[in-house]
């Protein structure tokens, strides 16, 4: 949803920047990605933490595509690369979330993190099988920047099971709006 309606809105504020790096966009996915394998690791011990960690790994996930952009390096591969590396950080946080909840003793905790980490890779899994069968499938209220703005907010609050509680029926809502979008597409 915030991709649909800022779609490359930092683009323009942030090609001076983007300029200048001359770090390979894909690099920089890689870095983004140990981040936030470090917030993950990091999660389960100390929530604040982790959600300062999550926000910085996000940064590079935002700067990656930007870089690619501005310099004309944007490719398959590392779009491909991109997404990729995209469901192993969600499940990464999803996994230490519900890790931590387990530290806790909180086991409905656990159970509600497992299913909104269903629901992500779902809203994803949707999409590029609708897109696969040339339906473009871009709608929904939860993408992944919202889940990530929301646990790092969540965690740096201390305020997590409420928000994965939320994330949890919202990407399921995301996954029924894209199955019935699809099935729209089809009657039409």
Known sequence: ??????GHILDKPLEPIARRIT???????????????????VIPFNLTAGGIL???????????GI????????????AFLDSTIDRYCDSLIFIAI???????GYLY??????????????????????EGL???CKVGLMERPERIVLISLGCITGLI???????FFLNHLTVMQRIRHVYRAEVK
């Open 54 to 64: 999550i926000l910085i790994g996000g940064l590079f996930d935002m700067l990656d």
């Open 67 to 78: 870089v690619a952009r501005t310099n004309s390096k944007n490719t398959k591969f590392g």
């Open 98 to 104: 519900a890790w931590y909840f387990f530290n806790q």
């Open 161 to 167: 099971f409420p928000v994965i509680t939320l994330i």
């Open 134 to 136: 040339g339906i473009e």
């Open 109 to 130: 905790g656990l159970l509600i993190t497992a299913g909104a980490m269903v629901g992500a890779v779902l809203i994803s899994y949707v999409r590029a099988r609708a």
């Open 1 to 6: 949803m915030l991709s649909a309606k800022l």
């Open 23 to 41: 770090v390979s966009p894909n690099a920089i996915t890689i870095t983004g990605f140990i981040v936030t394998l470090i917030a993950a690791s």
